[in-house]
């Protein structure tokens, strides 16, 4: 898989991401588990996740960040991805499905 360096950093990644908005919901943890293991196995190491992916379900927050830090700590590949996150996205209502206050300002953002 094609790579490239991050400027002004010492990290190279994948210049396809694997994107994880379904972990821990749609994609049972089972499943997500597999196929990031796949990706990494085949040369993919940028991971794609936000703390409201899987957001539509009340029962958890975060569901696919959740997963992805159960598999960083069972499979031992931490070392092996980049993971990126976005940190101002608002929360989501799960009940509503409506989003709350922008977290776009310093506070969040830190």
């Known amino acids: 898989m094609e790579q490239i360096k991050?400027?002004?950093?010492?990290?190279?990644?994948t210049t396809v991401g694997l994107g994880?908005?379904?972990?821990g919901t749609e994609?049972?943890?089972e499943t997500?588990?597999?196929i990031l293991d796949a990706w990494v196995e085949n040369?993919?190491?940028?991971?794609?996740?936000?703390?409201?992916y899987g957001a539509s379900r009340p029962e958890?927050?975060?569901?696919?960040?959740?997963t992805i830090g159960d598999w960083m700590r069972t499979s031992g590949k931490r070392d092996q991805i980049v993971l990126c996150t976005?940190?101002?996205?608002?929360?989501i209502d799960p009940a509503t499905r409506t989003f709350g206050t922008p977290r776009v300002n310093a506070e969040t953002l830190q």
């Open 20 to 23: 994880s908005s379904h972990f």
């Open 86 to 91: 976005k940190g101002g996205h608002p929360v």
């Open 60 to 66: 958890e927050e975060s569901p696919s960040e959740k």
């Open 27 to 29: 994609t049972d943890s």
């Open 32 to 34: 997500s588990f597999r």
């Open 6 to 13: 991050i400027p002004g950093t010492d990290l190279t990644v």
């Open 43 to 52: 040369g993919g190491n940028l991971i794609d996740t936000a703390h409201v």
